[in-house]
């Protein structure tokens, strides 16, 4: 990139280098700060003059420098301002050299080439360290693969279960860390834990033949022999005579020695519940088991993935950690597929994953290209969700003087760049007025480092009209004694949409999200309301739900069900009355509250007439309905709901297909019923 405000310089320039490189050029420093933005790595070398309109030479370095890009983009100087003061700033700022006007091409291009062969080379001695580190990385791999094999060997396998659990091992652990942060996994966590998962099984060396690779059932003596490979392997690792504090073998223990434990406490061999089991022990035992099923063993033939998933979900094998559940749940549409294809490149991955967060660790061995892809990583992120809030964040610097939108921002306030230095935009200066300009200015200098933010209202020009905008603002202080104030961070949110979608977000925590009637909590709080205000009113309570409506779902599909509960809920929504309220309890079940003047048989007739009879597209509309009124049970609203409730049951006990009020024969009716047993048998598995 050439940034120089001459035309005739950029040109000169451009014609002394055109022939090797691709040539950018910026007029002015603010533009020299978007192609920045815009090429990053791509830029091999910036040509600089330092007297620029908009912004100097010294604030694009000075933006570079915070930015931390000037690490990795080499800039030249170009100027006839050669004193002594302005090559020494030059150089504090981080130029790595200086050419002086009038140009000499032969001085020009062998500094160009000189300052890329520099770079380059730093580059080379970055991938050779990198290389040499992939080749620890691989060799530590292959010993523990080589050992690993052995145990397999023995087991009559091929050697491919080792691979399968460390892989699978991997994709679980991506999974729950995307899930939730309650077990603190790091990308290196990962790396190691599926490292250390090829070491899960090392115990079963010291099983006696006849044993481990038994066609038919193990007898209890020979199960139990069996279980005691997982102590066997974490006594191994524990008596190592050297590297007892590496944590590769302290998570290797930990799994070797528990990846046999189940989350309900039925395990072996410490009989560990829930959280006290390891998650690395967890993921593994699930990706051990999983493995065991799909694949072919002395003893059985390979169960089909849809058959192992379901087994596992149905605790078929030992109860899992329910979030482990749902990571398998997860990913299980893309395990045919992983488990049996591209071992070697995803080998290969984690261990440059491995590289890289060892790169990480040496401070000295800065990859520019690293760097750079984590910054860029950082800017789409950051723009993102800032386009999510659909506010206009902002950062303002008074050294250099210069504005930073989002893109998003930019695009609200209707300005073709999102880098700008607001002394030279008049359109930047125009969005506020003067007063509110200077009004805002005069809050961020009288804040205080302990008192940074403010907030102000004010009007802002959008390319629509004027709008109402909370500016929340946060004052920068310099780190000196005394502080100085170097610009602001902050949002501008227009009320006016802030406002709209708080009422949405009031209607989404108030209503049924499918159906659009009130949730069951807030009609609870609702009748409550109504209840408590006019005790002494006569009211119904109605709880009606759909005959038949599993077999809608399960003859039509899911969808197909859902199509008839918004249809249901809008003849509801139809049939009651302006004061009544309606709500969705969950499921097919819906509920009715209203007010009658003289007999409540009338009301609710009315309203379950609409309701019943005809079909949605091929479905019947069936409803069964239980009522209560306040003047038979009170006016308590959980006796209320249990009233209805209990004269619903009793409908459809009787065949279904209309309504009943709750009278007093229905409590002794119910109180006889006993909770239906769902007859759980858990069924243990194992993996030998």
Same mark, same amino acid.
């Given at each position: 990139m050439i940034a120089d405000d001459s035309e005739m310089n950029r040109s000169i320039l451009a014609d002394m280098l055109g022939d090797e490189y691709e040539i950018v050029e910026a007029e002015d420093g603010v533009q020299a700060v978007a192609a920045l933005q815009k090429y990053g790595s791509e830029l091999s070398v910036v040509l600089l003059d330092i007297v620029m309109p908009k912004m100097d030479?010294?604030?694009?370095?000075? %933006?570079?420098? $915070? #930015?931390?890009?000037?690490?990795?983009?080499?800039? @030249?100087?170009?100027?006839?301002?050669?004193?002594?003061?302005?090559?020494?700033r030059a150089y504090g700022l981080g130029v790595t050299d200086f050419i002086s006007r009038p140009f000499d091409a032969l001085v020009v291009h062998r500094r160009v080439v000189n300052t890329i062969l520099l770079y380059a080379k730093q580059k080379k001695l970055v991938n050779m360290v990198a290389d040499q580190i992939y080749e620890k990385e #691989?060799? /530590?791999?292959?010993? +523990?693969?080589?050992?690993?094999? +052995?145990?397999?060997? !023995?087991?009559?396998?091929s050697g491919m279960h080792v691979l399968h659990v460390r892989t699978l091992t991997e994709l679980l652990l991506k999974t729950l860390m995307q899930k939730t942060d309650r077990y603190n996994i790091t990308q290196a966590d990962i790396s190691m834990i599926g490292t250390a998962s090829a070491l899960h099984d090392i115990g079963k060396i010291a099983i006696p033949d006849e044993v481990l690779n038994k066609p038919g059932k193990l007898t209890n003596e020979e199960f139990a022999l069996m279980k005691t490979h997982s102590m066997i392997g974490a006594d191994m690792l524990s008596k190592l005579p050297f590297h007892q504090q590496e944590p590769l073998v302290k998570v290797a223990y930990d799994i070797c020695r528990w990846h046999h434990e189940r989350y309900d406490g039925r395990g072996y061999p410490d009989g560990l519940k829930g959280d006290e089991i390891p998650i690395s022990a967890q993921i593994v035992a699930m990706a051990d088991v999983y493995d065991a099923l799909t694949s072919e063993r002395v003893y059985k033939p390979p169960i089909p993935h849809e058959t192992a998933v379901q087994m596992i979900l149905d605790g078929k094998c030992g109860v899992f950690n329910p979030l482990m559940l749902e990571c398998l749940q997860d990913i299980a549409p893309e395990l045919p597929d992983v488990m049996n294809?591209?071992?070697?490149?995803?080998?290969? #991955?984690?261990?440059? $994953?491995? @590289?890289? #967060?060892?790169? $990480?660790?040496?401070?000295e061995l800065t990859a520019s290209e690293r760097t750079l892809q984590l910054l860029e990583h950082e800017r789409m992120k950051y723009n993102f969700f800032a386009s999510l809030t659909e506010e206009i964040q902002f950062?303002?610097?008074? $050294?250099?003087?210069?504005?930073?939108?989002?893109? %998003?921002?930019?695009?609200?306030?209707?300005?073709?760049?999102?880098?700008?230095?607001?002394?030279? /935009? !008049?359109?930047?200066? =125009?969005?506020?007025?003067?007063?509110?300009?200077?009004?805002?200015?005069?809050?961020?200098?009288?804040?205080?480092?302990?008192?940074?933010? *403010?907030?102000?209202?004010?009007?802002?020009?959008?390319?629509?009209?004027?709008?109402?905008?909370? +500016?929340?603002? !946060?004052?920068? %202080? =310099?780190?000196?004694?005394?502080?100085?104030?170097?610009g602001t961070i902050g949002k501008a949110i227009d009320v006016h949409e802030s406002r709209t979608k708080l009422n949405n977000l009031e209607q989404m925590a108030s209503h049924d999200a499918m159906t659009n009637l009130l949730n069951h909590a807030n009609a609870r709080e609702r009748i409550m309301a109504r209840l408590k205000e006019r005790p002494d009113g006569r009211y119904a309570m109605a709880i009606l739900d759909l005959d038949h409506f599993k077999s809608a779902n399960d003859t039509f599909g899911h969808m197909f069900g859902d199509e008839v509960l918004k249809y249901i809920a809008e003849r509801l929504r139809h049939s009651v009355r302006s004061g009544d309220i309606a709500a969705r309890v969950g499921g097919d079940e819906f509920l009715i509250f209203l007010e009658y003047k003289t007999d409540p048989e009338l009301a609710i007739q !009315?309203?379950?007439?609409?309701?019943?009879?005809?079909?949605?597209?091929?479905?019947? @509309?069936?409803?069964?309905?239980?009522?209560? *009124?306040?003047?038979?049970?009170g006016t308590e609203y959980e006796t209320l709901f249990h009233a209805a409730d209990q004269a619903l049951y009793t409908v459809k006990r009787g065949g279904r297909g209309h309504y009943r009020f709750f009278d007093s024969s229905m409590e002794k009716t119910l109180s006889v019923i006993s909770p239906i047993d769902n007859g759980s048998n858990e069924q243990g598995g194992e993996s030998k």
């Open positions: 030479g010294f604030g694009v370095l000075t %933006w570079m420098n $915070q #930015q931390h890009w000037i690490e990795d983009i080499p800039v @030249i100087m170009i100027s006839a301002e050669s004193s002594a003061s302005h090559v020494e #691989q060799n /530590n791999n292959l010993m +523990i693969d080589i050992l690993s094999h +052995i145990v397999e060997f !023995r087991n009559g396998e294809s591209g071992y070697q490149d995803k080998a290969d #991955q984690r261990t440059m $994953q491995n @590289i890289v #967060q060892e790169m $990480q660790r040496h401070e950062e303002y610097t008074l $050294q250099p003087a210069m504005v930073t939108l989002t893109s %998003w921002g930019a695009e609200k306030l209707g300005l073709e760049e999102f880098t700008i230095d607001p002394r030279q /935009n !008049r359109k930047v200066l =125009s969005l506020m007025k003067e007063e509110d300009l200077q009004g805002l200015a005069a809050m961020l200098h009288s804040t205080t480092p302990g008192n940074p933010v *403010v907030t102000y209202d004010c009007q802002i020009q959008l390319p629509t009209g004027p709008r109402w905008f909370r +500016i929340t603002a !946060r004052a920068m %202080w =310099s780190s000196d004694e005394p502080p100085r104030y170097t !009315r309203v379950y007439q609409s309701l019943a009879g005809g079909k949605y597209e091929n479905f019947p @509309i069936s409803i069964s309905m239980g009522v209560a *009124v306040t003047a038979e049970v």
